[in-house]
């Protein structure tokens, strides 16, 4: 009797756990805008922290080091608990500073050499125009026929450019003057824009606040975080956890902050060789051949598209000379500079660096091409290890090679039965 009420009960919480778990689906379709908005507002709260928190990621290995080095200096002269404050103390504010020295720097190198750039498009576009013309004609002067036919191409092209010019642009600019002199709308769009600066400027001072913290009370907070999960997981369980958590740091770790590296290092090399070729604009084009370079496989085509696009316009010949430059350097960097600091630290071959770049890329943006190959590295090694525990238990190989030509495994001997290699001819 009372297995048999016990089936029932079983029978009764299957059903009412279905029925919830459908009744909160539909929820969370039925009020999946109202949930995005919800995850936005909480995700703005948090921004200043999750800023914080990545400037304490990137610098913790300069604060590791300098407190490595400079702990046993004081030591010598002071006693342990005030050798020890003083070597966090001017260890964090080296640190702090060298991030303040970077952001400052970037921003009081790049913004007005951008500025000038395109002010100095935007005065020369009747030079370029002219240019491109010249250019052209030069170059079809001993064919007729091909010059005709991109005379009238670029006739046309103009002849649309000037009917999108007079019907869509000047109605449209027209309307716009007619709502800037609506006054509330000029303020309207000035607080809008005064708040995103504000909202960015205070997520930054924040976050070097934040990242102080975390810096300083990391090796703490680390503490915490194991004691929990040693408290909540059986032993082996916690055991495989940590030492995953800390695998996925390394991964994280050694592939950002390689890439971060490796990226500067290209900028410079593309400057120095800008500089050298004299191609307009060095300091904008290799900031942006630097910056995408952070995106593996891709990032060297999304910067060096609109860079040659800039230095087209100027000179066609030296945007010729740029393409085969930058060419040259990201094979540099591609076979000598990015595998000597990065290593093999993903494991990824090059289809699943492709595969999780177009993934990632796509759902998270940006940043999900950035952070796509250590994500990705992690997922496949998770996926690896439980693979490989599975075929251990089932007494199987875990040599890959031994799969490549698998037919069949015997039922009865568990013998390995390889068909014939295709590629070999017979």
């Known amino acids: 009797m009372k297995e048999k009420y016990q089936k029932y009960i079983a029978w009764g919480l299957t059903a009412f756990c279905v029925i919830a778990s459908s009744i909160l689906l539909f929820f969370l379709l039925y009020k999946l805008n109202a949930i995005k908005a919800a995850v936005k507002g909480f995700m703005q709260i948090l921004e200043p922290f999750l800023v914080g928190a990545l400037i304490a990621y990137l610098l913790a290995p300069i604060y590791n080091a300098l407190l490595r080095n400079l702990e046993p200096v004081f030591r010598k002269k002071l006693k342990q608990k005030?050798?020890?404050?003083?070597?966090?103390?001017?260890?964090?504010f080296v640190s702090i500073m060298l991030a303040l020295l970077v952001v400052v720097g970037l921003f009081a190198l790049v913004v007005p050499q951008f500025i000038n750039s395109i002010v100095g498009i935007i005065n020369s576009l009747d030079?370029?125009?002219?240019?491109?013309?010249?250019?052209?004609?030069?170059?079809?002067?001993?064919?007729?026929?091909?010059?005709?036919?991109?005379?009238?191409?670029?006739q046309s092209i103009s002849d649309s450019f000037m009917d999108w010019v007079n019907n869509k642009l000047a109605p449209n600019a027209e309307a716009l003057l007619k709502s800037i002199s609506n006054l509330s709308t000029v303020l309207s769009?000035?607080?809008?824009?005064?708040?995103?600066?504000?909202?960015?400027?205070?997520?930054?001072?924040?976050?070097?606040?934040?990242?102080?913290?975390?810096?300083?009370?990391?090796?703490?907070?680390?503490?915490?975080?194991?004691?929990?999960?040693?408290?909540?997981?059986?032993?082996?369980?916690?055991?495989?956890?940590?030492?995953?958590?800390r695998y996925i740091s390394d991964v994280f770790g050694g592939f950002i902050r390689g890439k971060l590296m490796d990226s500067l290092i290209i900028g410079v090399i593309c400057f120095v060789g800008c500089t050298i070729l004299r191609i307009p604009y060095a300091l904008v084009v290799s900031v942006i051949v630097g910056v995408t370079n952070i995106i593996p496989f891709f990032g060297p085509f999304i910067g060096a598209i609109p860079s040659a696009l800039l230095i087209l316009l100027d000179s066609p010949l030296k945007c010729v000379y740029f393409v085969i430059f930058v060419l040259a350097?990201?094979?540099?960097?591609?076979?000598?500079?990015?595998?000597?600091?990065?290593?093999?630290?993903?494991?990824?071959?090059?289809?699943?660096?492709?595969?999780?770049?177009?993934?990632?890329?796509?759902?998270?943006?940006?940043?999900?091409?950035?952070?796509?190959?250590?994500l990705f590295a992690v997922i496949y090694s998770l996926i690896s290890t439980y693979i490989n525990h599975r075929l251990k238990k089932r007494e199987l190989t875990q040599v890959t090679k031994e799969y490549e030509l698998l037919e069949q495994i015997d039922v009865g001997s568990g013998k390995f039965v390889h068909m014939q290699d295709p590629e070999i001819k017979q």
Request: aromatic share 12%.
């Open 82 to 92: 005030l050798s020890h404050g003083f070597a966090v103390g001017i260890s964090l």
């Open 329 to 374: 350097l990201q094979q540099f960097d591609g076979n000598i500079l990015g595998p000597k600091i990065l290593g093999n630290t993903t494991g990824l071959s090059s289809f699943w660096v492709l595969f999780s770049i177009m993934l990632f890329g796509g759902l998270f943006g940006f940043v999900g091409m950035i952070i796509a190959v250590p």
């Open 127 to 154: 030079t370029y125009s002219n240019n491109i013309v010249h250019w052209l004609n030069t170059a079809l002067a001993g064919h007729p026929d091909v010059a005709a036919q991109v005379e009238s191409t670029f």
């Open 189 to 245: 769009g000035v607080v809008s824009g005064v708040k995103v600066v504000v909202r960015v400027i205070k997520d930054f001072i924040i976050g070097q606040i934040v990242a102080a913290y975390l810096l300083v009370s990391k090796r703490h907070m680390i503490g915490q975080v194991k004691k929990i999960t040693y408290g909540l997981l059986p032993r082996k369980s916690a055991n495989y956890l940590v030492a995953e958590f």
